[in-house]
């Protein structure tokens, strides 16, 4: 089928509809960074830009039977700005839903697939208020919406990214059947040894992250640089990180990707926040600083935190852009376009950091009826 991919980003979510047989027929970003990199890429039409000024004529968008958007989060999120109205927050996007539903509304594509981060779920003055909106605007529209809340790490990925997709039917269609979807629990997903094989094959090699022999992801493999007398001095990367994330069977010697626990100072903040200005979100003052158990890497944000770190008991340094790349899915073969592009790591990083997890994406458009 065709599809249109709205908010794409650097457009990961047109790059699962399309590994699952569906054909792009365009995209809309305003991004520089996002639309430079999408402009060399084959086969995904044109952009057209920002989304509101489509909105004020629908009808210069070609024809497409799946309308996807990965509309901005921070207006629902506890991480971002949230607010017991994220619609009104037009500084971070949260208009955009009410500028698609007039797309929607003259298009009147068969289906329509959205992603948002799981609080939209618990947005608004109560839980669920937010959410109900948003199926109450799409059924106005003749939509009828079923969801899930997958999380990346099911889905062949070392990151624990779980996010709220929704699939929208035309009525008068049968209904297709896209949920539930269980994801295929990767080997290299698993806990404890394993999950540390899945973060070790993310990890990049070279200054950059260049180098690599191959493995089950474009590359997804580490270069051993030196010959070390004991296991503990194995060297991955001329920046001398030693050791990176592998079996290190015995004694904890591996490196470990760390995290933030609320402790009760912090949940008062947020609670101290909420009561004065009415923005929801968890701030990151007094949380305790403590290694992951589970042996998975975060969920990626655009800003930095302290789970996109990796700490071996000496050595703290923060993942780098090939590996961001590689935890959402990305091929090795798109970051080496976009370096060659002279986009900034901070650019890539927000990149990546605000993209959906190919594989995930994927696994939903492979259960799309064909044309």
């Known amino acids: 089928m065709k599809i249109f991919s709205f908010c794409s980003g650097m457009d990961n979510m047109g790059l699962g509809f399309r590994n699952a047989g569906h054909t792009q027929v365009g995209w809309s970003e305003i991004n520089k960074a996002s639309i430079l990199l999408n402009s060399q890429i084959n086969n995904i039409g044109e952009n057209y830009g920002d989304l509101r000024t489509i909105s004020e004529d629908p009808t210069i968008l070609p024809d497409f039977d799946i309308a996807c958007a990965g509309l901005p989060c921070p207006a629902f999120s506890i991480a971002g700005k949230r607010t017991s109205n994220p619609f009104d927050q037009k500084s971070v996007g949260g208009d955009l839903f009410h500028h698609l539903c007039k797309i929607i509304r003259v298009k009147k594509p068969r289906y329509i697939f959205l992603e948002q981060v799981k609080g939209v779920l618990s947005s608004g003055r109560y839980k669920g208020e937010i959410f109900s909106q948003i199926l109450s605007g799409l059924s106005e529209l003749g939509y009828d ?12 990925l070392p990151q624990n990214r779980e996010r709220c997709f929704i699939v929208g039917h035309l009525r008068g269609i049968p209904r297709p059947e896209i949920f539930p979807i269980t994801g295929e629990t990767n080997p290299f997903t698993c806990k404890s040894q394993s999950a540390k094989t899945a973060v070790a094959r993310t990890l990049a090699g070279g200054s950059d992250g260049g180098a690599h022999t191959g493995g089950n992801h474009s590359g997804m493999t580490i270069i051993q640089i030196n010959n070390p007398k004991h296991s503990n001095d194995r060297v991955y990367s001329d920046q001398g990180i030693s050791p990176t994330i592998n079996s290190c069977n015995g004694g904890n010697r591996q490196p470990f990707v760390l995290t933030e626990v609320r402790t009760e100072e912090a949940k008062q903040i947020r609670r101290s926040i909420k009561e004065s200005t009415g923005k ?54 798109i970051f080496d376009l976009a370096k060659s592009l002279n986009i900034s790591d901070t650019a890539l990083f927000n990149m990546a950091g605000n993209s959906v997890s190919v594989p995930v994406i994927q696994s939903i458009a492979e259960k799309f009826p064909g044309e």
């Open 280 to 333: 929801d979100h968890s701030p990151r003052r007094k949380k305790d600083i403590v290694p992951r158990k589970d042996g998975l890497v975060g969920a990626l944000t655009a800003s930095r935190s302290v789970e996109q770190n990796l700490y071996d008991g000496k050595q703290l340094r923060r993942l780098t852009p090939r590996e961001f790349f590689r935890l959402q899915g990305t091929p090795d073969e």
């Open 145 to 156: 919406c079923q969801w899930q809340v997958l999380n990346t790490k099911n889905f062949g």
